[in-house]
């Protein structure tokens, strides 16, 4: 193949290639979503909280945060029942991350409640969690949710993306 047909080439399929999504967005986008939709709805609903954290101001810093705690509790209580359930293969990585998720989220609703810390800290975890779940959405629960999906309709998930 010459220089200019492989260059041809490479822009066809550069051209219908999905445009990468922003992996530091704050708003939910249906580029997210990974074809589980129990699991969908609960990231959604991730990312709404984890707004809370980052607009916060000091009146509410606590409030965000406990507010926050409590979604990832259920949050990754939830993810932990599918995974032991379902005998899934590589559950404890998954479980340390959302441990190491928790131990932070707590260690900050500490801080605040002792008046150590106030909503520039809770502001920054808010910050940190966006840049953390993508990539923990991308490999681990993506894995998960087609190992759900699998099991529950025989086959891998579909996911449907309005381009807006």
Not at 62 to 79: D, G, L, P, V, Y
Request: with cysteine.
């Amino acid at each position: 193949m010459d220089e200019q047909t492989s260059t041809s080439a490479t822009r066809a399929r550069d051209a219908s290639a999905p445009t990468p999504v922003d992996d530091n967005s704050l708003a939910w986008t249906d580029a997210r979503l990974l074809g589980f939709t129990p699991m969908d709805d609960v990231h959604e609903e991730f990312y709404a909280t984890a707004l809370k954290l980052v607009t916060c101001t000091e009146k509410n810093a606590a409030q965000a945060i406990e507010q926050f705690e409590q979604h990832a509790i259920s949050h990754f209580e939830q993810e932990d029942e599918w995974m032991r359930t379902t005998n899934f293969p590589p559950r404890d990585c998954h479980l340390d991350e959302h441990a190491a998720v928790l131990k932070s989220v707590r260690e900050v609703k500490e801080a605040v409640a002792q008046g150590q810390a106030g909503a520039d800290i809770v502001q920054d975890i808010g910050m940190a969690l966006f840049q953390w779940f993508p990539g923990h959405a991308d490999y681990l629960d993506s894995a998960l949710a087609a190992w759900m999906t699998k099991l529950n309709m025989g086959g891998k998930p579909i996911v449907l993306r309005r381009k807006l």
